[in-house]
C-alpha cells in the first residue's frame, strides 16, 4: 500500500468511530502526511476563525487554561480538606489534575506564541535587514509548524491507543484516558493557526516596509 493510500485510508477509519481502526490507521506511514494536511489546513481554518470571530481569538485559549487551572486548584483545596478534616481521600485527587494541566500548558503554549512571548531573540533580530529579519521569522514558522506536526500525528495515535485499550484514569472508574488525550492535537491545531497568523501578519509588515519585529509583552496582548 502506497504512502498515499494509507493516509487517505486514514478518514474512513475516523468516520468510523472504531477506535481499533483508527488505530491501525493512525500507526501507519501514511498518518505522517495526513498529519501534514491536518497541521496545515486545520491551522489555516484556526486563522480564519481567529479573523473571523474576534471573541475566540482573544478569549478561547486563555479560557481553557484559566478553567483547567481553576479545576486543579478547587481539586487540590478540597483534596486536603477531604483528607485532614474528614480522614477522606478521593482516589482522583491525585491523577486528575495531572491531566488538567496538560490542557492548561498546551493551550497556554498556544495563546503565548499569539502573543509571541515564547524565545524570538527580538533584541538580536531587530537589528537585522528587512529580508533577514523575514527570513529568521519564516524559519520559526517552519519549526512552529514542524513541532505541530509531531504533536498532532503523535498524540492522535496516543489517543486511538487509550481509547482501543479502554484505559481508564487512575483511581476514577468513570472517566477515559482519551477524554483528556484528544485536547491536544486540538491545542497544537490552533497554536498551527496562531503560527500562520503570525507569519501572514509579518508578510504583510515586510511588504508594505512597516517594523516586523515588535517587542513581546509576558502577559498581556500585543
Given at each position: 500500500m502506497s504512502i498515499w493510500s494509507?493516509?487517505?485510508?486514514?478518514?474512513?477509519?475516523?468516520?468510523?468511530?472504531?477506535?481499533?481502526?483508527?488505530?491501525?490507521?493512525?500507526?501507519?506511514?501514511?498518518?505522517?502526511?495526513?498529519?501534514?494536511?491536518?497541521?496545515?489546513?486545520?491551522?489555516?481554518?484556526?486563522?480564519?476563525?481567529?479573523?473571523?470571530v474576534p471573541i475566540i481569538e482573544r478569549h478561547l485559549e486563555r479560557g481553557v487554561s484559566v478553567v483547567a487551572y481553576l479545576m486543579i486548584a478547587m481539586i487540590i483545596f478540597w483534596?486536603?480538606?477531604?483528607?485532614?478534616?474528614?480522614?477522606?481521600?478521593?482516589?482522583?485527587?491525585?491523577?486528575?489534575?495531572?491531566?488538567?494541566?496538560?490542557?492548561?500548558?498546551?493551550?497556554?503554549?498556544?495563546?503565548?506564541?499569539?502573543?509571541?512571548?515564547?524565545?524570538?531573540?527580538?533584541?538580536?533580530?531587530?537589528?537585522?535587514?528587512?529580508?533577514?529579519?523575514m527570513m529568521t521569522l519564516s524559519l520559526d514558522t517552519v519549526l512552529w509548524l514542524g513541532f505541530c506536526l509531531i504533536a498532532i500525528t503523535t498524540s492522535l495515535r496516543f489517543t486511538a491507543y487509550s481509547a482501543d485499550n479502554f484505559q481508564m484514569v487512575d483511581g476514577v472508574d468513570d472517566v477515559m484516558k482519551w477524554w483528556f488525550y484528544i485536547t491536544v492535537p486540538v491545542a497544537f491545531i490552533l497554536m498551527a493557526g496562531r503560527v500562520i497568523g503570525n507569519w501572514l501578519e509579518d508578510w504583510g509588515n515586510y511588504r508594505t516596509g512597516a517594523p516586523i519585529i515588535k517587542q513581546a509583552v509576558i502577559g498581556g496582548d500585543i
Open positions: 494509507e493516509a487517505l485510508s486514514v478518514i474512513p477509519a475516523i468516520l468510523s468511530g472504531d477506535p481499533w481502526e483508527m488505530k491501525t490507521a493512525f500507526y501507519s506511514d501514511g498518518m505522517w502526511l495526513f498529519g501534514v494536511i491536518v497541521t496545515l489546513a486545520g491551522g489555516y481554518l484556526a486563522h480564519l476563525v481567529f479573523l473571523k483534596g486536603v480538606i477531604d483528607r485532614f478534616v474528614f480522614s477522606h481521600q478521593w482516589s482522583g485527587s491525585t491523577t486528575v489534575p495531572p491531566f488538567l494541566f496538560m490542557i492548561m500548558a498546551w493551550f497556554g503554549c498556544s495563546y503565548n506564541v499569539k502573543l509571541r512571548t515564547h524565545l524570538s531573540f527580538s533584541e538580536f533580530r531587530s537589528k537585522m535587514k528587512p529580508q533577514r529579519q
